[in-house]
T-cell receptor
Framework: NAGVTQTPKFQVLKTGQSMTLQCAQD?????MSWYRQDPGMGLRLIHY???????DQGEVPNGYNVSRSTTEDFPLRLLSAAPSQTSVYFC????????????FGSGTRLTVV | GIQVEQSPPDLILQEGANSTLRCNFS?????LQWFHQNPWGQLINLFY???GTKQNGRLSATTVATERYSLLYISSSQTTDSGVYFC???????????????FGKGTLLTVNP
C-alpha cells in the first residue's frame, strides 16, 4: 500500500517554464488537496478536490491549475513559473469522515530561477 | 476564515524531558488534527481529535472544543521527536469534513541527547 505518491521529488525550473507535479493515491480517498510550505508560513492550501470532476480554489491558487479526472490522480500544473513559486509542495488525501486523518505525500521541492 | 495559533514557536529539550504544545483556534471546530514534520520533511498524522483525549505511546492530545484549544503532550522525549509539530482545523460550517485544513505555523521542537 503506497499511500500518496508525489513526483518528482526535486525540480528546478526557469522563469516562464511550465510543468506538472504529479500526485496519486491508492486509498480510494475522495478528498485530495495541494499545499505549499514556505519558511515561517506553515502550510497554505492551493487547490482541493472533493471528488472526481470537482475542484476548487484554496488560499493561494494564483498561477496554478488542477484537474481531477480520476479518484486516484490530482496533478498540479504551474502555468508560467515565477521565482515566487519556489517552495515545497505537498499533496494530501483524506476520506470525508477523516477518521484516519490526512495522509501526505513526501513532497516536491521546486526551485524557480 | 478561522485563525490557528500555536505556542511556543520554538522549544529545546533535553532527552527524557516532558513538554506541552498548545494550539488555539478562533472559532468552534468539529475536528482538529496534529501532525509531525520530521527533519527530512515528511508529514505524519499524529492525532485526529475532535474532542477529549487520545493517547498513542508517549504522545497524547487533548482538545477542549468549547474553549477553543488543543494540547499535545510529549513525555520522556527522544531525539527522534525533533521536528515541527502542526495543528490544523477544517473550515467553519464544514461539518468537520476534511476537504481542506487551515494550519498553524507550527512549533519547532529540538530534543538534544
Amino acid at each position: 500500500n503506497a499511500g500518496v505518491t508525489q513526483t518528482p521529488k526535486f525540480q528546478v525550473l526557469k522563469t516562464g517554464q511550465s510543468m506538472t507535479l504529479q500526485c496519486a493515491q491508492d486509498m480510494n480517498h475522495e478528498y485530495m488537496s495541494w499545499y505549499r510550505q514556505d519558511p515561517g508560513m506553515g502550510l497554505r492550501l492551493i487547490h482541493y478536490s472533493v471528488g472526481a470532476g470537482i475542484t476548487d480554489q484554496g488560499e493561494v491558487p494564483n498561477g496554478y491549475n488542477v484537474s481531477r479526472s480520476t479518484t486516484e490522480d490530482f496533478p498540479l500544473r504551474l502555468l508560467s513559473a515565477a521565482p515566487s513559486q519556489t517552495s515545497v509542495y505537498f499533496c494530501a488525501s483524506s476520506s470525508p469522515t477523516g477518521l484516519n486523518g490526512y495522509t501526505f505525500g513526501s513532497g516536491t521541492r521546486l526551485t524557480v530561477v | 476564515g478561522i485563525q490557528v495559533e500555536q505556542s511556543p514557536p520554538d522549544l529545546i529539550l533535553q532527552e527524557g524531558a516532558n513538554s506541552t504544545l498548545r494550539c488555539n483556534f478562533s472559532d468552534s471546530v468539529n475536528n482538529l488534527q496534529w501532525f509531525h514534520q520530521n527533519p527530512w520533511g515528511q508529514l505524519i498524522n499524529l492525532f485526529y481529535i475532535p474532542s477529549g483525549t487520545k493517547q498513542n505511546g508517549r504522545l497524547s492530545a487533548t482538545t477542549v472544543a468549547t474553549e477553543r484549544y488543543s494540547l499535545l503532550y510529549i513525555s520522556s522525549s527522544q531525539t527522534t521527536d525533533s521536528g515541527v509539530y502542526f495543528c490544523a482545523v477544517p473550515p467553519l460550517r464544514s461539518g468537520g469534513s476534511n476537504y481542506k485544513l487551515t494550519f498553524g505555523k507550527g512549533t519547532l521542537l529540538t530534543v538534544n541527547p
